[in-house]
């Protein structure tokens, strides 16, 4: 409700109670459930309608605003999960129970790989500028292939020092070298696999050889010296600084160029459950530009069309403050009855925006979206039937999206 959900009508209603009649019952989360009220915070930010469709954008996002007929703009997604682990969990891997593959571990499994020197599925960490931003922690099991064989899994490449730890031979040791230990670790792993014949000792030949491509591939790739100025006034000066967002929006586009299937970049931060005015702005600031200059840079090189940007979370914000609320400051908890993200390229229909919540941004009323339909929308966009995309496992026919109904958003699909 603070980018893309405009409720004009809420600016009547500061520091009134949410009516029961909205809330429901519906469960909260501790952190809110012992309020003794519920005062709804209008947005404090101004919006605009932009683009041919006219839609609603924050002024918080300018650039964004700017690439508006780019963008589908989904304001029904849901959610059942209402705190980080298990909805991130949950957007992530189909399942709020960690240890199912990830997205991009499905994606990685199903369509292969275009470049043989780096991973298929790359991870990125960029920081955030707010040291008041409240960080939720992550861990690699969110990029891990789970029960899918380990070469699905993603590869995070680090912001500072070596790009992957242990990337550069030791000194002393020289490529050839390297190259006759390699060949012999082959060897012993390959008289293993005869012994035993688990698959997953082909696989671990297998990395160990990609990781010996990657010492050349990896800093080929995180050399930015040969980008020109031009670059740098799209993607704005924070690109030049390693582990920014911007720097990670153009690592994903030069991954992209050199075939690798998919990039995911987290940033953190979002957590505004206080001093919301101040930490959502910087926040914004950190992402705006850099989502922009990607999905410009894609199209420019005539990429766009064939590459899938999405930038969105795991919930979305309550309308009521969480603790106290002043005309300058308040704060918002989980809220996963409703909240939006935007899709771009990629066979996405961009100016559209889908599906609709009630004047209090609490509930859908038009057009839901759940969890495991976005995820279905992103395979059909990659030309892969979610019903139909299984691995055996346990017994089991294993989904990304599970066993229950899930259907592509046919609105957003070009």
């Not at 609603?56 to 963008?71: H, N, Q, R, V």
């Amino acid at each position: 409700m603070d980018l893309f959900d405009y409720k004009p009508g809420l600016k009547a209603w500061f520091d009134k109670d949410l009516p029961d009649s909205v809330r429901r019952g519906q469960r909260l989360t501790t952190m809110t459930s012992g309020q003794s009220r519920f005062p709804i915070a209008p947005s404090v930010f101004n919006f605009q309608q932009h683009g041919q469709g006219g839609a609603w954008i924050s002024e918080l996002l300018p650039y964004t605003a700017k690439m508006a007929d780019d963008i589908a703009i989904l304001r029904s997604l849901n959610t059942e999960a209402i705190n980080h682990e298990p909805a991130i969990t949950f957007i992530q891997t189909g399942n709020m129970i960690a240890g199912k593959p990830c997205l991009g571990a499905w994606v990685a499994y199903g369509l292969g790989s275009l470049n043989q020197d780096l991973p298929t599925f790359v991870v990125l960490n960029a920081s955030h500028s707010n040291p008041k931003a409240n960080v939720q922690a992550i861990s690699a099991r969110l990029w891990s292939a789970g029960f899918l064989s380990a070469q699905y899994s993603g590869v995070a490449l680090r912001s500072g020092g070596d790009p992957v730890l242990y990337i550069n031979n030791p000194d002393g040791c020289p490529p050839e070298v390297r190259r006759r230990m390699l060949d012999a670790l082959g060897e012993l792993n390959q008289i293993e696999h005869q012994k035993i014949g688990d698959p997953e000792t082909l696989v671990r030949i297998a990395q160990y050889e990609m990781a010996f491509r990657m010492q050349s591939s990896v800093p080929e790739l995180t050399d930015l010296s040969k980008e020109p100025e031009s670059t740098y006034k799209l993607y704005g000066e924070d690109a030049r600084k390693g582990g920014t967002f911007a720097n990670s929006c153009l690592m994903a586009r030069r991954l992209t160029e050199r075939g690798v299937r998919f990039v995911q970049v987290y940033h953190r931060g979002w957590d505004v459950h206080g001093n919301l005015p101040e930490v959502l702005p910087s926040q914004c600031k950190d992402v705006d530009q850099g989502c922009w200059a990607l999905v410009q840079d894609l199209k420019d090189r005539g990429l766009l069309d064939t590459t899938l940007v999405i930038w969105g979370g795991e919930f979305g914000r309550t309308v009521y403050s969480q603790g106290k609320l002043t005309p300058t400051d308040h704060g918002r908890d989980h809220h996963p009855r409703c909240f939006s993200l935007w899709m771009a390229g990629g066979g996405v229909k961009g100016g559209v925006v889908h599906g609709e919540t009630d004047d209090f941004s609490y509930n859908i009323v038009k057009d839901p979206v759940h969890v495991r339909d976005f995820q279905a929308t992103i395979l059909h966009l990659f030309g892969i039937n979610n019903e139909k995309f299984t691995y055996k496992y346990q017994g089991l026919d294993q989904r990304l999206t599970g066993v229950e109904p899930a259907s592509p958003v046919k609105a957003v699909i070009a």
